[in-house]
C-alpha cells in the first residue's frame, strides 16, 4: 500500500471557495448567503474593424 495521506489537500476545497448555490434563472444566480446575483452580456461596436471617422466619432461622445 502507498501512503498517501501526505498528498491529500487538508485546505478549503473549491466549491467551499466558491459563492455560487444555484441558477434560478437564466442571468440570475442565488449565492450561499442567500443574496442574488445577476449578470448581462453586452456586445459594443467592433473597434478592431471601424474606421478612424467612426472610432473619433464614439471618442467624441465618450469625452
Known amino acids: 500500500m502507498v501512503a498517501l495521506r501526505s498528498f491529500r489537500h487538508s485546505g478549503p476545497s473549491f466549491s467551499d471557495l466558491v ?3 444555484a441558477l434560478v434563472a437564466n442571468g440570475v444566480i442565488l449565492l450561499k448567503n442567500g443574496s442574488l446575483m445577476a449578470g448581462w452580456y453586452f456586445a459594443g461596436p467592433d473597434s478592431e474593424s471601424s474606421t478612424d471617422a467612426e472610432r473619433n466619432e ?3 461622445h465618450i469625452n
Request: aromatic share 16%; proline share 17%; net charge positive.
Open 19 to 21: 459563492p455560487y448555490a
Open 58 to 60: 464614439v471618442s467624441r
